[in-house]
């Protein structure tokens, strides 16, 4: 998949309308055929398309050093410094009906994205992708990465299932902390994001 540009920008200047839907942050896990390394790699892909950006982190050089069994990415999206708005802004273009141009529109709060996968049989890998909004920025947006990432999660859904390699999938809207890569304990005690 080539890479382009966002039309709504990529990283730190990604922007949203807040006129957009509203709810909660979502990820989804697959059983595919597949490598794990591969569907690390496809999945960062279609993030990445929608404007995400990888971490420069060594994430997955700290999960290779602790002997962990996940492939894994972690990509971001948002600016805290961005997505906080002043009261005269909110009051005045929050509210109109109309759509703003793109240069109005809301800097999207910081969003994280974890792609992690293992291999669980021969032949057969788990792909998990799971977002994790932050506390810093605008919490009354956290949302606002949410249809980007749920393009993402179709488009990845849609190639597994044209391969013909999708065993199960299922959507996400919470995730134990069971030890993967994705979970609330790694992702704050291995990336610190709060």
């Known amino acids: 998949m080539a890479r382009t540009a ?3 920008g990529s ?11 509203r709810g909660t942050l979502r990820g989804a896990r697959w059983i595919v055929r597949s490598d794990a390394s591969r569907l690390v790699s496809i999945a960062t ?3 990445e398309a929608e404007g995400f950006e990888r ?4 994430f997955a ?4 050093s602790q002997g962990s069994e996940w492939s894994a990415a972690a990509l971001e999206i948002g ?7 002043g009261i005269w802004r909110s009051l005045f273009l929050d509210d109109l009906p109309i759509p703003l141009p793109r ?3 809301h800097v999207i709060p910081p969003t994280l994205v974890i792609v992690a996968s293992r291999h669980v049989a021969k032949g057969v890998a788990e792909l998990l992708v799971f977002p994790h909004a932050s506390r810093r920025g605008d919490s009354d947006y956290s949302w606002a990465a949410g249809p980007r990432i749920a393009r993402a999660l179709e488009g990845i859904t849609a190639a597994a299932g044209a391969e013909g390699a999708m065993l199960s999938h299922e959507s996400l809207r919470s995730l134990p902390d069971d030890g993967s890569p994705a979970s609330q304990a790694v992702v704050r005690d291995v990336l610190g994001w709060r």
């Open 79 to 85: 600016d805290e410094e961005g997505s906080r708005r």
């Open 103 to 105: 240069a109005l529109h």
């Open 55 to 58: 971490r420069a982190d060594g």
């Open 6 to 8: 966002h039309r709504d």
């Open 11 to 21: 990283g730190r200047r990604a922007r949203t309308s807040r006129l957009g839907r």
């Open 61 to 64: 050089d700290t999960l290779d």
């Open 45 to 47: 892909e279609f993030l």
